[in-house]
């Protein structure tokens, strides 16, 4: 835990400071705002990761379109503060199942002692924005192009779900 | 790449400077531009020619009394302006303001962060700057404020794909040393440098230029696209209910981003601190970065002023108008420019 | 960098964070939002296991979930804007019947 990287040790801690905020605070705007912070949280450790291409992605589409997305539907569904709920009854259920999801997870990783290791070199960056768009346009194309495709269906059915409907439907 | 801290620092306090002094300067342009195009003088009593009326502004703003309205969010309500001033101020450490200077052997690159990826920061930072506004609106609890930030929230999101699209257009006349494409502004300029004047992208991709500079028109909310600040329409949409300091750093943040928004467009499109003649050379001594760094900031200033003079010369959009240009007009626009230019780089006649 | 524990630690952390926020709560856009938590934690799994193998296969993976997830909370949120004009209300609880 002593020889962690400062940089690793700085991001870690806003990204988990923001989701530890995100899931208890009860104002919707707030929670959105801490989320906002873990994923800056986790661009920076992209960035230690040698990968600043998928860093500036994270803060472009997810910090900087898909958040302004959530705040824009939080801020016009202005929801009454008597809407706000804290950690509810399930509170004590939902942390076991966090818990054992983070037991699950981690249980086999401790036992791995080659984990523990740093690989060299130390500037050695291979997921640029070079190798990443050899990768997508060659081997990935194909994926691509369906996300791309997923994109275009995603933007049709919400414009289609959250338009105003004309004729009142009955109950 | 790694370069001395003590050097990257003080590259980072001399472009801070300059982006900080360049403030003061447009707010000044500004005043005294629009005056001679209204066949007025402007601020002339402070200093000689007024060039101390900034001084006056920004002392007046430091003892305006703060006013935050009741039901504000405090943090939020004080870290929003910071927030559109902070990513202003940061797009500007990926701009090159000269080329390569070499004193001894050390070759030092005349730019702060000289990443592959460049503009991506630049746009990562409008993209943030939009907390500024939304954040800004919302905390004032107030629905002037709470409509004005979200239209130009709406606004700055819109303009960001044709921002985007037509950046992508242009990059892909950028090389870096090795033949590849990049990211960064360095190798932008680079290549307009070693092509000479007629290698300018402004040359070569017109349309782009055009789009890219509509679209910075929409991001740094400058007329004809500044509804959403508007006094007539919104009483001053976002920013009605800030004062005294935190005023003046909105104020900061707009000016700021119009100059950074103006480096950026010189670096893409009017082949950065180029000027056949004078600063031809990558690999400069001091004098020679001087002439850069001058024939750079000539530049600037020329796409600033253009900035202010539009400001004073056309009327404003209705929201509904902006709001289809920037969908229905800008936007298929930009994608066929991007179709037409990777056909023309692909058929390699770029 | 940090050894691959250290992102793999801290990867599992946040998903069960995501977890916990998504069991507790009832309101539809902090459901949302957790969502997104536990997408973003796979997101640094795999890029820190991309870097790790010195290849970018994984950074690609994260790239398609990135744009995938973006789709995700178009529609999401969409469903709940659509939902919330109807019922008035985006707690989970209250709309368990597809009849009024």
């Not at chain 2, 900080?20 to 066949?39: D, N």
């Not at chain 2, 921002?163 to 992508?168: H, K, N, R, T, Y």
């Not at chain 2, 007329?223 to 600040?229: A, H, T, Y």
Request: hydrophobic share 55%; charged share 15%.
């Amino acid at each position: 835990m002593a020889d962690l990287p400062f940089s690793f040790l700085f991001f870690s801690t806003v990204a988990l400071t923001g989701a530890v905020n995100t899931v208890t605070h009860r104002n919707p705007v707030h929670a959105a705002l801490w989320l906002v912070s873990a994923l800056l949280g986790i661009a920076g450790l992209f960035l230690t990761l040698g990968s600043a291409f998928l860093a500036s992605v994270q803060v472009l589409v997810y910090a900087g379109a898909i958040m302004v997305l959530f705040l824009f539907v939080v801020m016009l569904l202005n929801l009454e503060a008597s809407m706000f709920e804290g950690l509810s009854s399930g509170r004590c259920a939902s942390i076991v199942a966090g818990a054992a999801t983070v037991a699950l997870i981690l249980f086999p990783l401790v036992e791995d002692d080659s984990l523990w290791t740093v690989p060299e070199p130390r500037f050695h960056a291979p997921a640029s924005a070079r190798t990443l768009s050899q990768l997508l346009f060659h081997e990935y194309v194909l994926p691509f192009e369906m996300v791309s495709l997923v994109l275009l269906v995603a933007m049709v059915g919400a414009i289609h779900l959250a338009r105003r409907t004309r004729v009142s439907e009955g109950a | 790449m790694t370069e001395p801290f003590f050097l990257s620092f003080l590259k980072a306090l001399v472009v801070f400077a300059i982006a900080l002094g360049a403030v003061p300067a447009l707010v000044l342009a500004e005043r005294r531009v629009s005056a001679f195009m209204q066949y007025r003088v402007g601020p002339n009593r402070v200093g000689p020619l007024g060039t101390l009326q900034p001084l006056a502004d920004l002392i007046k703003m430091i003892f305006k009394e703060e006013v935050r309205p009741d039901g504000a969010s405090p943090w939020i309500f004080s870290a929003a302006p910071a927030i559109t001033a902070i990513c202003a101020l940061a797009t500007a450490a990926i701009v090159p303001f000269g080329g390569v200077l070499v004193v001894g052997e050390r070759r030092i690159p005349l730019i702060v962060a000289d990443v592959e990826i460049g503009v991506l920061v630049a746009l990562a930072m409008s993209s943030m700057a939009v907390y500024g506004l939304t954040l800004g609106g919302w905390s004032s609890n107030s629905k002037y404020s709470l409509l004005g930030g979200l239209r130009s929230s709406a606004q700055m999101i819109s303009y960001e794909l044709t921002l985007g699209l037509s950046l992508i257009s242009v990059l892909l006349l950028s090389r870096d040393p090795e033949g590849f494409g990049s990211f960064g502004l360095r190798s932008a300029v680079e290549t307009q440098a070693q092509g000479g004047l007629l290698s300018w992208n402004v040359f070569k991709a017109p349309i782009s230029f055009l789009l890219f500079t509509i679209a910075s028109f929409a991001e740094t909310h400058r007329l004809p696209f500044d509804l959403p600040e508007a006094e007539p329409e919104l009483v001053g949409g976002y920013h009605t209910e800030y004062s005294a300091m935190r005023f003046g750093l909105f104020f900061l943040g707009e000016y700021a981003a119009m100059f950074v928004s103006s480096c950026i467009i010189v670096c893409l499109f009017l082949g950065g601190w180029h000027l056949p003649f004078v600063a031809d050379e990558v690999e400069v001594d001091g004098f020679g970065a001087l002439l850069q760094l001058g024939s750079f900031l000539l530049k600037v200033g020329a796409v600033t002023f253009f900035f202010i003079h539009v400001r004073w010369t056309l009327p404003r959009f209705r929201y509904d108008q902006l709001m289809s240009l920037g969908w229905k007009v800008l936007l298929p626009v930009a994608l066929l420019n991007l179709l037409v230019m990777g056909s023309l780089v692909a058929l390699k006649v770029f | 960098m940090a050894p691959l524990n250290a992102y793999l630690i801290l990867s599992a952390l946040l998903f069960g964070l995501g977890v916990a926020g998504f069991a507790a709560r009832r309101n539809l856009l902090m459901m949302l939002m957790s969502v997104e938590l536990m997408l973003n934690a796979g997101n640094l799994a795999l890029v820190a296991c991309a870097r790790r193998h010195a290849e970018a296969h994984g950074a690609t993976g994260a790239l398609m979930v990135i744009a995938v997830a973006a789709a995700e909370v178009a529609v999401g949120l969409a469903l709940v804007v659509a939902l919330f004009r109807l019922r008035r209300t985006v707690n989970a609880d209250e709309v368990r019947q597809i009849r009024a």
